[in-house]
């Protein structure tokens, strides 16, 4: 079955740090292709967190969250992180991780094609 499966949500206080993982089934393969880190807080549009490219590293990311957080390729295969440092209340949201129509990163929604099913973050003292 084709699918991404992203863990490592938590509730976590102000200033705190995450690590989100977002794994690939054997069949839906990530090398070549870009990877994003999108979240969605209630009542709000999905917005892009993060992308990295696989093919040559090359990393985007959203103007809310640069400086705080890490987009990286796993240690294992089909693996990309996303290292969340300094949370902020206004980070709480679930993140999903997409793979990419495409090698580019890119912080577009429509430049994605295969969706995860998401992991809650929430940040609160």
């Known amino acids: 079955q084709v699918q991404l499966v992203e863990s490592g949500g938590d509730l976590v206080q102000p200033g705190g740090s995450l690590r989100l993982s977002c794994v690939a089934s054997p069949e839906l393969i990530l090398d070549g292709y870009g990877v994003g880190w999108f979240r969605e807080a209630p009542g709000k549009e999905r917005e892009a967190v993060a992308s990295?490219?696989?093919?040559?590293?090359?990393?985007l990311y959203g103007d809310s969250v640069k400086g705080r957080f890490a987009i990286s390729r796993g240690s294992t295969r089909n693996t990309v992180l996303l290292q969340m440092n300094s949370l902020k209340p206004e980070d709480t949201a679930v993140y999903y991780c997409?793979?990419?129509?495409?090698?580019?990163?890119?912080?577009?929604?429509?430049?994605?094609?295969?969706w995860g099913q998401g992991t809650q973050v929430t940040v609160s003292s």
């Open positions: 997409a793979r990419a129509r495409t090698s580019y990163a890119s912080l577009r929604r429509s430049g994605y094609e295969y």
């Open positions: 990295i490219s696989l093919t040559t590293g090359l990393r």
